[in-house]
């Protein structure tokens, strides 16, 4: 189920990359693709003189429908991929439609953050503050409202914006992190505080875990 999740966001920050044109293709000949054995589990920015290129992991993609949608999306916008030995799928682009496509991203995820606190969805948060990296973010709430409610999940498209903010910006994989702290309006207590990608993380252990429980009640 998250993965499923992160694919169909993946694919949309895939398809902001063309917002910028079609223009900048002639450039993408310049450089060709590295890929090696180390990029199959993380997404990888590999800024070349010209062009930039981002690996995302063939373990992003439910299956080869997937996987195939995702290349014809692509290709159907213009955007150069190239699809692995692994699995995984390089896109290649300018540095200049890698920046458009990161201010474009940027574009988004203040629109949602907008969103978030301006409209209907989350009415507990009055406010959603964040740094320029898009790394740490604090929502400020009504602290019953909030525990009264289900706008805790604001946290997940937060915590998964930033996570991919910051993965096609160059950040390692390994050491990124967004974390998300939810603060009582009233009081400036920290009612909570979200780390990611950690949480995706207890939540797939969760999810495991209870399909295990229900194996053994069935077995029973």
Same mark, same amino acid.
């Given at each position: 189920?998250?993965? /499923?999740? &992160?694919?169909?966001? &993946?694919?949309?920050?895939? &398809?902001?990359?063309?917002?910028?044109?079609?223009?900048?293709?002639?450039?993408?000949?310049?450089?060709? %693709?590295?890929? !090696?054995?180390?990029?199959?589990?993380?997404?990888?920015?590999?800024?070349?003189?010209?062009?930039?290129?981002?690996? &995302? @992991?063939?373990?992003?993609?439910?299956?080869?429908?997937?996987?195939?949608?995702?290349?014809?999306?692509?290709?159907?916008? !213009?955007?150069?991929?190239? /699809?692995?030995?692994? !699995?995984?799928?390089?896109?290649?682009?300018?540095?200049?439609?890698?920046? =458009?496509?990161?201010?474009?991203?940027?574009?988004?995820? *203040?629109?949602?953050?907008?969103?978030?606190?301006?409209?209907?969805?989350? @009415?507990?948060?009055?406010?959603?503050?964040?740094?320029?990296?898009?790394?740490?973010?604090?929502?400020?709430?009504?602290? =019953?409202? +909030?525990?009264?409610?289900?706008?805790?999940?604001?946290?997940? !498209?937060?915590?998964?914006?930033?996570? #991919?903010?910051?993965?096609?910006?160059? *950040?390692? @994989?390994?050491? #990124?992190?967004?974390?998300?702290?939810?603060?009582?309006?009233? %009081?400036?207590? %920290?009612?909570?505080? *979200?780390? +990611? @990608?950690?949480?995706? =993380?207890?939540?797939?252990?969760? =999810?495991?875990?209870?399909?295990?429980?229900?194996?053994?009640?069935?077995?029973?």
């Amino acid at each position: 189920m998250v993965k /499923k999740y &992160l694919f169909s966001l &993946l694919c949309i920050i895939a &398809l902001l990359s063309a917002c910028s044109g079609s223009e900048e293709n002639a450039n993408q000949d310049a450089t060709g %693709t590295e890929n !090696g054995d180390e990029n199959s589990e993380k997404i990888e920015v590999d800024k070349g003189l010209l062009n930039v290129e981002i690996t &995302l @992991p063939a373990t992003f993609f439910e299956d080869e429908e997937d996987r195939n949608s995702t290349i014809a999306d692509a290709e159907k916008e !213009g955007i150069d991929i190239t /699809k692995n030995d692994d !699995g995984s799928l390089t896109y290649n682009m300018s540095k200049k439609k890698h920046r =458009e496509m990161l201010q474009e991203m940027e574009t988004e995820l *203040v629109a949602t953050i907008d969103e978030m606190r301006n409209g209907k969805d989350y @009415p507990s948060i009055q406010d959603i503050t964040y740094n320029d990296s898009f790394s740490e973010f604090t929502m400020i709430v009504d602290r =019953e409202a +909030y525990e009264n409610s289900f706008d805790a999940f604001a946290t997940f !498209g937060l915590g998964l914006s930033g996570m #991919y903010y910051q993965l096609f910006s160059g *950040v390692d @994989p390994d050491d #990124y992190q967004v974390k998300i702290r939810v603060e009582d309006a009233a %009081t400036k207590e %920290t009612i909570n505080e *979200v780390i +990611y @990608p950690d949480a995706l =993380e207890e939540m797939e252990e969760g =999810e495991q875990e209870d399909q295990g429980h229900a194996g053994s009640h069935t077995g029973g």
